[in-house]
Structures are given as C-alpha cells and as structure tokens.
C-alpha cells in the first residue's frame, strides 16, 4: 500500500501565498504521477497540477503563472507552492500518486485532502 500524507493547508488573505506538502509512504515498484485536485463546494473535483517522475509538469489554465508543482524523488514528496492566491482558490486540496507496487499491479493512491481557505 502506498499512504500519502498532506500538509500545508491553511487560511490566508488574497494575494496571499501558501506551499503545500504530500509525502508518499508505504511499498511500491514505481511512482510516475504525482499531483494535486481540488474540490470547491459545490464543485466536481478538478485537476490543479501535476508532475511526471521525470518533472514533467501540466496545469489547470486558472492557476498558470501563479502556482508551481515541484517534486523531491529522494524524500517522495510532491510540493505545491501558491503564489497570488484568489478567494475562489479556495477548495480542499488531494495529494494523488499513481504507479505500480509491483512491476504488474498498478496503484492510484490518494491524501485525505488538506482545506485551504483564502479571503478577499
């Protein structure tokens, strides 16, 4: 099993900046894909960000420019640092990763989720 743990969430005023944090635990063969998802109230749950196991990155048009994934392989942590945050930033961010625990089986695993909340 592979556990993700996030961390980094909390509120902040616009314009505001905030890093959040998911760390991967447990056994597995690879981790390619790790990102972030989010879900407003209300909303469907949407794709913020994500990053290859070789940095490859892709992001949401509403976040180009003001948010960076980036990616430590040795500590298998996934980073989100949030520049510029807007009220309808705000959202319950999920850790994701996806690979395979044997070189067979593969996994999607994700993080409990971590609020962030920002205010105009």
């Known amino acids: 099993q592979v556990q993700l743990v996030e961390s980094g969430g909390d509120w902040v005023q616009a314009g505001g900046s905030l890093r959040l944090s998911c760390a991967a635990s447990g056994t597995w063969f690879s981790i390619n894909g790790m990102g972030w998802y989010r879900q407003a109230p209300g909303k469907q749950r949407e794709l913020v960000a994500s990053i290859t196991s070789t940095h490859i990155t892709n992001y949401a048009d509403s976040v180009k420019g003001r948010f960076t994934i980036s990616r430590d392989n040795a500590k298998n942590t996934v980073y989100l640092q949030m520049n510029s945050l807007k009220p309808e930033d705000t959202a319950v961010y999920y850790c994701?990763?996806?690979?395979?625990?044997?070189?067979?089986?593969?996994?999607?695993?994700w993080g409990q989720g971590t609020q962030v909340t920002v205010s105009s």
């Open positions: 994701y990763a996806g690979g395979f625990q044997r070189s067979d089986y593969p996994f999607t695993s």
